[in-house]
């Protein structure tokens, strides 16, 4: 009626689903074990490098496990270490010695199992700058800007053309420099930051317009006394030299523009001593002025 079937072992009848039940019976308890006792590997996730300011590199994730806390997380590629996490599975490591590039964790749990790869990128963006340039007296010019970066102070700019040198940068990146160009032209600034990266070159000119004198005249004084003056236009006007020309008297005669750009010479011509005078000066990159003129008569 129930669908069991019998055979005899001597006068006893033995039912042939006996086996059959102790495997149900047994196998959940061996699963059991094996569960207890082979406990799954362990996994990585959420794992990231953040770059921190200094050369810092702070790598974070989580660490699934039975026991997380057990687990050994070891680093590989451009960060070299290891650490455990906490008992959440939470684990941050923080190092100054990671280079650019991908980086690996894996786990190791007590029973050395490996856990997945993990992998993340530590990446910084290449630094940059911007340059200006101020005219100061004859050929010394200032060069100032920023640099923009994660590690922006303490950067060495490095310039290069028409004026070389070096400045460092304060605390938020801006930087100064002053010095003579050695002509006209570009004037070019890299900055390399903490990770070796280089930036890209900016550039600026050193320019001048020519000279130009204005107001020229001669002034008669007492008797044959004559005042050459005038007036010179120039980025830097002071300190210029102006020649004359013309008239016997001023022959190589020179005077010296002041600081407001004027000039003026003062000398005693010779009785009956006229005609045509000019002035000209060359600034302090070479650029000659126009010829200005005047007339002396009598």
């Not at 029973?111 to 993340?120: H, K, L, M, V």
């Not at 290449?126 to 007296?137: A, H, V």
């Not at 890209?200 to 001048?208: D, I, L």
């Amino acid at each position: 009626m129930f669908g069991l079937f019998f055979k005899r072992r001597g006068n006893r009848p033995v039912s042939q689903t006996r086996s059959v039940v102790r495997a149900r019976t047994v196998r959940p308890w061996l699963e059991m074990l094996e569960a207890r006792d082979c406990p799954a590997a362990p996994q990585i996730t959420n794992f990231q490098a953040t770059v921190l300011p200094g050369h810092q590199v702070r790598l974070t994730g989580m660490v699934v496990a039975n026991q997380p806390a057990t687990v050994n997380v070891n680093f590989s590629g451009t960060v070299s270490g290891s650490t455990t996490p906490n008992a959440t599975g939470y684990f941050s490591f923080t190092t100054g010695t990671a280079s650019l590039g991908t980086v690996y964790a894996v786990g190791i749990d007590q029973q050395q199992q490996s856990s997945n790869t993990a992998q993340s990128s530590v990446a910084v963006a290449p630094p940059t700058l911007t340059l200006n340039i101020t005219y100061m007296t004859q050929r010394t010019v200032t060069l100032s800007g920023t640099v923009s970066s994660i590690d922006a102070g303490g950067r060495t700019v490095t310039f290069s053309g028409v004026a070389t040198g070096s400045a460092v940068t304060t605390s938020n990146g801006m930087f100064s420099y002053t010095t003579q160009a050695s002509a006209l032209g570009n004037i070019q600034a890299v900055t390399t930051d903490l990770w070796g990266q280089t930036s890209s070159s900016v550039q600026v000119t050193v320019a001048s317009n020519d000279p130009s004198i204005t107001n020229f005249a001669a002034v008669h004084g007492i008797g044959t006394v004559w005042t050459f003056q005038g007036r010179v236009i120039d980025e830097s006007a002071s300190g210029l030299t102006i020649t004359f020309a013309g008239i016997p008297s001023l022959a190589n005669r020179t005077t010296t523009v002041g600081q407001d750009g004027w000039f003026y010479l003062t000398i005693e011509l010779q009785e009956g001593e006229e005609g045509v005078v000019t002035a000209e000066t060359i600034d302090w990159w070479g650029l000659e002025s126009n010829e200005a003129q005047t007339t002396v008569f009598i």
